[in-house]
Structures are given as C-alpha cells and as structure tokens.
C-alpha cells in the first residue's frame, strides 16, 4: 500500500473547484488503495481531502503540532492523530510516513512544504514524486518560477524531475503508482547542471 502524503490550505480558498478537487482527490486516494498522511487539520482543503477519505473508509493519518491541535484545529476523526511539539517534526513525521506527495492548492505553509520536499529529494534523504495538482491553474506561476530557476543555473534539471504539474487527478495518482525512486547513494550527483 502506498501512502500519499497530501499537503494543502487550511482555507477552502476562492474558487469552489478546490474543494471539489480535495474532495475527488480523496476518494481517488482510496480508490487506487492508497493511504493519506496530512497535516492534521480539520478545516480548509485539508479538512475536504480528510473528511474524503474516511467517508470512504479510507486511511488517514494527521501528524499536527500541540499549538495547533490545542486552538481546535485537529481533525477528531481521523485513523490516527498524532501531536508533537514542532513543525519540523510534524513535517519529518509525514515525510517519514510517506511515498509521495500531492499538493492541492494552498499559501504559504503549503509552498513551504512541497518546495522542502523536493529539496529532500535533491539531497538524497529519500526519493518521491513532488506533484502540484494545478487546479484552475493555481500554480502556473509558481511552476513557471521553478522552471526558470532551472533556466537560470540554480536548480538541477534532475531535481525538476521530479516535480510534476498535473491538473488531473487521475494522471497525479498514476504517477504516484508507477514512479521509480532514484538511488540516494548518488544525491550529489544531482547537484551537476
């Protein structure tokens, strides 16, 4: 079984089609016999995809921090909730805990994490595909800011690699399923233009 680390807004955001696309994400989620690991949190995006799991019987657990689970935030429902004392743990306790990582769209927290992730792969601490569901062409310019990084010599090609824009979720899900993890023996190795 895969475990599909979802990262996502604590606000539902502008447009209804986020909360429609937390919500098929999901159930696709299930549906490919996959588990979720998220940020703990009952409201926004990560609530939707959450409440989308466990409505289908699905596997979700939430790695959320004292703080927040403490203003009411955490989810009460869920598989498993598990509280620690940082966000650097609770970030390494879902990193730990994963395959992947799918993220929906979000601010700054949700930037924060993904682009650590990909740094992650980069320095070889594991290997996973980095994927941004771009709903309503949320992270077009993000993307086009990562590509150009590219471009202008800071990040590596092979590092881009692996993060993925996808604006379906089915195509997010096949590429959680059939991604092949690159050896973290030769991480350094990724750092040549």
């Not at 620690?84 to 390494?92: I, L, Q, W, Y």
């Not at 682009?115 to 086009?144: M, V």
């Amino acid at each position: 079984m895969k475990t599909i680390c979802v990262y996502a807004g604590s606000a539902i955001g502008n447009k209804e089609s986020f909360s429609v696309a937390a919500k098929n994400l999901g159930h696709a989620i299930v549906n490919s016999g996959s588990s979720m690991v998220y940020g703990g949190g009952s409201r926004g995006l990560m609530g939707v995809v959450a409440d989308a799991v466990l409505n289908k019987n699905g596997s979700v657990t939430g790695i959320i921090t004292k703080q927040l689970d403490n203003i009411e935030v955490g989810h009460k429902e869920l598989t498993t909730l598990e509280v620690v004392d940082t966000m650097h743990e609770r970030k390494s306790r879902m990193a730990e805990l994963s395959d992947s990582v799918i993220s929906l769209p979000g601010g700054v927290g949700t930037w924060e994490e993904f682009y650590e992730a990909l740094a992650w792969n980069q320095l070889g601490f594991y290997s996973k595909p980095i994927i941004l569901l771009n709903i309503d062409n949320y992270y077009d310019d993000l993307y086009n800011f990562t590509t150009n990084s590219v471009k202008e010599g800071f990040l590596p090609q092979k590092t881009f690699e692996d993060l993925f824009l996808v604006d379906d979720i089915d195509e997010a899900i096949s590429i959680v399923i059939n991604f092949k993890k690159k050896d973290g023996k030769d991480w350094f190795k990724r750092l040549e233009r």
